[in-house]
């Protein structure tokens, strides 16, 4: 983890054209729009990133896990290996290091560290609210939430969850390295305020694309998961996740022309 780097926007016509809309005052939804656009082939590539596929499936294989006689053993099964009654903090931990292990060094990339970070944000941004208390929150607790995610209404909570964070993360992964040049007097952004007002509604803009994947995400869980009596593969993961993507990037797009 911490390890994304920061290298110059890249010079292609869609990200000159990105500078120019931040330059020229566009609303956030349509930087999003016109980012998304420029960064299609990188939200492509989630299928086909083993980190990204990692973080997936664990999404996808846990909260059944939450639901067995054993949920550590259950979870060992998945190389999700805690103490015995984990809360949530150390489930979040091992499952981040879960994909560490999954992925050999050479193998990782910006893109699966996005995924990492997303998955460990997402379950502790779904399930946390719900804990007595997120600290010292009791383990059965953590259980009971977790598994509560096995419906397809609550599952496509966390995956609309997972997928906004990632989509914001691809894209000021990107934006990220225009941005602050943008700001201070006879700029875009007069000062940080109205630079973080922009972040803001750029981050409402993914959550709200990331609506399109709720209920896909919840049914395809539920109907996989009886098709498969349980075993979904990491190739079903891989399928679920390009599928969700291609939505979520057409969406990104689609949703400022709609606006217009």
Known sequence: ?????????????????????????????????????????????????????????????????????DFCSALAGLRVHVPASPGLIGLVGAVSAAIDAAVPPGKRTDLGEMAQAAAAEALTGVIGPRLPALFGADPDDVRREVGRLATPKQFGVLARDFFARLSHRVLDYFLSKALPAEVGEGKRFRTTAAHAAFAAALDTHCREAAGILATYSGDWLSKNHYETGGNITRDLAAAFTGYAMTKLSGELRRRDADAA
Do not use: C, F, Y
């Open 1 to 69: 983890m911490g390890h994304i780097r920061l290298g110059p926007l890249p010079r292609t016509r869609r990200w000159v054209a990105v500078v120019g809309l931040i330059r020229g005052g566009a609303a956030a939804a349509q930087v999003a729009t016109a980012a998304a656009h420029a960064a299609e082939k990188w939200l492509a590539r989630a299928a086909n990133d083993p980190s990204v596929v990692e973080a997936v499936w664990l999404l996808l294989r846990l909260p059944h896990a939450a639901r067995a006689d």
